[in-house]
């Protein structure tokens, strides 16, 4: 059983540019959630997508954006990228269904934006 | 910003020895969650917690939802070498599936 995987695990990107990070959830799991992990820092909630829409947001600007397709899986998008964007990006996936399922995380994005 | 006081930021212990590091809020959550992540991956849950006073152990670990529902502690008893890593406790609220992190704790153990 596949757990969340995310793509890609490193990139590199020049400041002003735009990226996407892509999250496929865990097997059974419809909900996914994006996290921004700064060094040496906890996690922050960005946003989390719920039946292709949108659910709850996080304190981000709207150069933050998301989307997730029918088959559960989420991409992130950023865009006119800072260098205050370089962090370690996680996507972590739970069930909508189930009040007692928590969310298991994939390993992360490292984003270093330059 | 994190809404999560988490302490203390960092412990240096000796294999064999028991830890405690606890978490604090200004506000309420209704869950409390206890991960551990090691270098380049993601935070992997280690306890559960749901209800205000709820002691959860699992192995030699053990946290308590506090009965406030502002804090909660986590346990390590007899540290191992691989044990080492960072600790952050999450708390979870009425206002959704979203997670509030503190700033973790880095356990470092020496064998």
């Known amino acids: 059983d596949a757990g969340v995987t995310q793509s890609p695990t490193h990139l590199i990107k020049t400041r002003g540019q735009q990226v996407t990070l892509r999250c496929s959830p865990k097997s059974g799991h419809d909900t996914v959630s994006w996290y921004q992990q700064a060094l040496g820092q906890g996690p922050q909630f960005i946003f989390q997508y719920y039946e292709e829409e949108e659910r709850q947001r996080g304190n981000f600007p709207d150069r933050f954006s998301g989307h997730q397709f029918p088959n559960y899986s989420s991409e992130l998008n950023v865009n006119a990228l800072l260098l205050g964007d370089s962090a370690l990006y996680l996507c972590?996936?739970?069930?909508?269904?189930?009040?007692?399922?928590?969310?298991?995380f994939g390993q992360g994005t490292r984003l270093t934006v330059v | 910003g994190q809404q999560l006081n988490q302490s203390p930021q960092s412990m240096f212990i000796q294999e064999g020895e028991d830890v405690s590091m606890n978490c604090t809020s200004s506000?309420?959550?209704?869950?409390w969650l206890w991960y551990k992540q090691d270098p380049g991956e993601g935070p992997v849950l280690l306890i559960a917690l749901y209800k205000a006073g709820e002691l959860t152990s699992n192995g030699r670990l053990t946290a308590q939802f506090g009965i406030t529902r502002k804090d909660s502690f986590l346990n390590i008893s007899a540290s191992i070498p691989s044990d080492v890593g960072i600790y952050f406790c999450?708390?979870?609220?009425?206002?959704?599936?979203?997670?509030?992190f503190g700033g973790g704790t880095r356990l470092m153990v020496k064998p």
């Open positions: 506000s309420i959550f209704n869950t």
């Open positions: 972590a996936s739970s069930s909508g269904q189930r009040m007692d399922t928590e969310a298991f």
């Open positions: 999450a708390g979870r609220n009425n206002a959704g599936n979203m997670l509030t």
